[in-house]
C-alpha cells in the first residue's frame, strides 16, 4: 500500500512501544485463504481519533471502515470504527514479539510506553464523585505477570495480584497506589488515547503537587532536627509516632544524630533546686517550661539527682494547699 510504513515496529521508539501495546490489547493479526496477512483493529466510535492516529503512524492512507451497532458472537455492540492494515512484516513482528504466544519481548515489558498502550486498549482509570482513584487492567496471565513484574520494579507493585475476572485475569488498585501508578504511565506521554489522558491528568497533577508538598516537609524536618529537635518532639509537633518520623527522615536522606555521650550527674546546687520546686509541688510541665526542656528531660534529671517521684495527682492537689 502506497506510503504505509512495513517497517515501523522493526525499531522499538518509544512510540512505537506504545501503538505495540495498543495492538496487543485491541488489535488482531489475521491470515487470509490466500497467504494474506494483516493487522486490524476495532474501537467504539467514540474513540475514532485513535484510528486516525494510528493511521498517521504508520504513515498509511487506509480508509477507517464504519461498523453500526449490531450482534456481534452473541454481544450487543455499539456503532465502531475499523483500521485494516494489509502488511505480512508488521504483522509477523508483532507475532515476533509475542503478540500472541511465547514470552513477550523484554524491550517491551520494560518499557512504560508499551504498557500505556496496553492500558489504553484494555485498561480503567476511574475517578470518583469525591475524587478518589481506581486503576485496573484485563488481560491473560501472560501479560499481566510481566506488568506486575514492570511495577514492582518501580515500588508500585505492593498489595496487587493478578485475580481471574471471568475467562480472563485482572490487577487493580485504589486511592494513592492507583494514582502513582497512573502518574507513571501517563506523565509527559507523547502520545495516548484522549479520553484515558484526559482522566489522568487531574491525577498527574496531584501527584506532582503533593511531591512539590512532601519536598517542602522534607525541608522544614531537616531544619528542625539538624536544629536539635528530638524524634518524639518531632512526631509531637508533626501529629505521628517517632517511628513515623523516623521513616520520613530515610526516605528524605536525613542522616541521624551521632549518639549523645552520657550525661553527668546535675551540680548540687542544680539538683537542691529541683527538688525543692518538684517537691513544693511544680509539674514535670512547669519544670520544663522553666529550663526550656522537654518534661522526658526533666524526668531523667530527677532520676539522676535520686528525686522520688510524687504520689498521685490527689495528693500533690492537697499538698499545695498545705503550703
Known sequence: MKGLDHEAFDAITNDAAYWIGFLFADGCVIRGRRGSTRVQVRLSEVDRDQLVKLRRFLSGTNVIGNSPPGNFGGYRSRA??????????LAERLLQLG????????????????????VDGDGSIWISKRGYVSFSLVGSRRLLEPFLVFLKQRNLGRRITIRPDKSIYQVSTAGHLAELI????????????DRKAA???PVIESVRARRIQVANDADELRLRYEAGA???????QYGVSNVTILYRMRRAGIPRRPPRAPQKDLPKSEADE???LYKAGATLAELARRYGVSESTVFRRMERAGIPRRPPWRDVKALRKSA
Open 199 to 201: 482522566a489522568a491528568r
Open 274 to 276: 529541683l527538688r525543692r
Open 230 to 236: 528530638t524524634l518524639v518532639e518531632l512526631g509531637h
Open 80 to 89: 465502531s470504527a475499523r483500521l485494516t492494515v494489509n502488511s505480512r512484516r
Open 182 to 193: 497512573i502518574d507513571e504511565l501517563y506523565r509527559n506521554a507523547p502520545v495516548a488515547l
Open 99 to 118: 503478540r500472541y504466544e511465547g514470552p513477550i519481548a523484554a524491550e517491551l515489558t520494560e518499557s512504560r510506553h508499551f504498557w500505556r498502550g496496553v
